[in-house]
């Protein structure tokens, strides 16, 4: 991609990391996990057959190895590009083997690494249409300001998603469902995950966030009418009778997906990532909690 030089994109990264860092804030807390991502790192875990998590401790990233090829869900956060690689080697399997990416919604914390891996693989990147125009038109509300390395940042997909699409992946054939609300391009993907003998439906929801749908976030970006809040319900109701036997979550705390990983490691018996009830219960929760959010005098 750019001209600047491996090590001068490091150096400029690790520079605004140590001045976020002195300032203090949120931006610090940043600044802290991004110098240390090895903190946020969280060994991979096999969920069912084919179906792997590589994410960390505060955003999701799922590979899924279809037989013909590795897809990734998500490119997790900005500064979390070697830990991510490395959960992909701790899993078993080979980062350059990864043809495509596809991302739950545009913001930050989700697409960090496309760029590299792109770089770096020569995997496919993917996100739904309504986000690839907004990484053009406002760039700005993908948070790309956030990121301090030119290979940390937004992308021309080689492919979008559209509402309804089904497509081929190696082997694994997915069904896209678009569910606007947390941006306007989320996805909602469904699909089989097998270990050979058994088959499991899993399913994803990319992007469950209240923090878009705050009233100065709405009034700052236009939406005066508050359509996004009414949007985001409508997006839940589309898919909240979805047959999911295996709920990926978007952040580890969707599905108690670090709890879940203590329990296996104390009952490797049992399979928690298997509940076919989770899907219909948090799609629940976070539809309830858009309606009171809409419903509270403060956010109106
Ligand atoms: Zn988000």
Redesign the pocket.
């Known amino acids: 991609m750019s001209m600047v030089s491996a090590k001068a994109a490091y150096d400029a990264y690790m520079s605004v990391q140590r001045k976020a860092l002195e300032a203090g804030g949120l931006a610090a807390h940043r600044a802290e996990s991004a110098m240390h991502p090895g903190k946020k790192y969280v060994h991979p875990v096999q969920m069912f057959g084919n179906l792997w998590y590589v994410g960390d401790k505060s955003v999701c990233a799922h590979l899924i190895d279809t037989g013909n090829g590795l897809l990734l869900f998500d490119s997790v956060d900005v500064g979390q590009g070697a830990m991510l690689v490395n959960a992909i080697w701790e899993a078993g399997f080979n980062p350059a083997d990864i043809k495509w990416i596809i991302h739950s919604?545009g913001?930050l914390?989700?697409i960090g690494q496309a760029v590299f891996f792109k770089d770096m693989f020569g995997c496919q990147l993917g996100i739904g249409a309504p986000d690839a125009k907004m990484f053009k038109e406002r760039p700005e509300l993908a948070f790309i300001q956030d990121s301090a390395s030119p290979y940390e940042t937004i992308f021309e997909p080689d492919f979008v998603i559209e509402d309804g699409d089904v497509k081929k992946f190696g082997n694994t054939e997915i069904r896209f469902v678009m569910v606007p609300g947390?941006?306007e391009g989320c996805i909602a993907a469904f699909f089989d995950v097998t270990d050979g003998e058994k088959t499991y439906r899993a399913g994803y929801y990319g992007?469950f966030?209240y923090n878009t749908l705050q009233k100065d976030y709405l009034l700052d970006i236009g939406d005066t009418g508050f359509e996004m809040r009414k949007i985001y319900v409508d997006s839940i109701n589309k898919v909240i009778d979805e047959k999911v036997d295996i709920f990926m979550g978007n952040h580890p705390n969707n599905n108690n997906m670090l709890g879940k990983i203590e329990k296996l490691e104390k009952e490797p018996g049992v399979n928690p990532f298997i509940d076919p009830t989770e899907w219909k219960r948090y799609l629940t929760e976070r539809r309830d909690g858009a309606i009171a959010l809409m419903n509270d005098p403060a956010q109106n």
């Open positions: 919604h913001h914390d989700h947390h941006t992007g966030g």
